[in-house]
């Protein structure tokens, strides 16, 4: 059974740095894997989808890396920005495209 | 840009009682799916849908739980006696094929509160 989680639970930088969010999957047959941003009380935005044949996938200031021998992730943010500030989920899917979630990391880019 | 939308965005009800929730998927898109995110917990998969019926469903989606497309362009999510812990954000999301390029876009969620 797939299980996804992601490091660290919580970030807090000064605005302008460059950051990384990882992940990690435990089944490496994955068919996708998509990061979402999720702002407080509301829906999951889609960021980046990277396919199971990509290595990576980039987004303006985002870059989402994929290893699936290792089963991980990366979500690269240059230059954050207050506005970044969010919980970042990333999941994986399965050959049925049904999504198994991370817990989420929850990044506070302070002004 | 065409998004998914989901009715009521809060929804209150009493234990016991059956609860309808709502989604309009993008109109161009197949493959729909439902979503609960239990508050300060992962976002959970419950069920997916496709050519009016039912392609996979978690552990989660038990007999309680049914799925409908009565129209051309609503699909829905009941939960037919409700719990405490069925209590939770419903997320619905759609997308138009179900290749590995395709992304599922998902609605703002219903918040359920059951009490």
């Known amino acids: 059974k797939q299980e996804v989680t992601q490091i660290p639970a919580a970030l807090s930088v000064p605005e302008g740095e460059n950051l990384v969010l990882n992940c990690s999957f435990t089944?490496?047959?994955?068919?996708?894997l998509q990061w979402f941003r999720q702002d407080p009380g509301k829906g999951l935005t889609s960021l980046l989808l990277?396919?199971?044949?990509?290595r990576e996938q980039t987004s303006g200031r985002l870059n989402a890396s994929l290893d699936k021998s290792s089963g991980r992730s990366t979500l690269y943010i240059a230059a954050s920005q207050p506005g970044d500030s969010a919980t970042y989920l990333c999941?994986?899917?399965?050959?049925?495209?049904?999504?198994?979630f991370g817990p989420g990391t929850r990044l506070s880019v302070l002004p | 840009e065409p998004e998914v939308t989901q009715t009521p965005s809060h929804q209150v009800t009493q234990m016991g009682q059956e609860v309808i929730l709502r989604c309009v998927p993008i109109?161009?898109?197949?493959?729909f799916y439902w979503y609960r995110q239990i508050l300060g917990q992962k976002v959970e998969f419950l069920v997916s849908f496709y050519n009016n019926e039912i392609s996979e469903k978690s552990e989660i989606f038990d007999d309680q739980f049914s799925v409908e497309r009565p129209d051309g362009s609503n699909f829905t999510l009941k939960i037919r006696s409700t719990k405490l812990e069925d209590s939770a954000m419903y997320f619905c999301?759609?997308?138009?094929?179900?290749?590995?390029?395709?992304?599922?876009?998902f609605g703002p969620g219903t918040r359920l509160l059951v009490l």
């Open positions: 109109s161009n898109h197949l493959y």
């Open positions: 999941a994986a899917s399965d050959y049925g495209q049904n999504f198994v």
């Open positions: 999301a759609s997308s138009q094929l179900r290749t590995a390029k395709e992304t599922q876009y």
């Open positions: 089944d490496s047959a994955i068919y996708n």
């Open positions: 990277i396919q199971s044949s990509q």
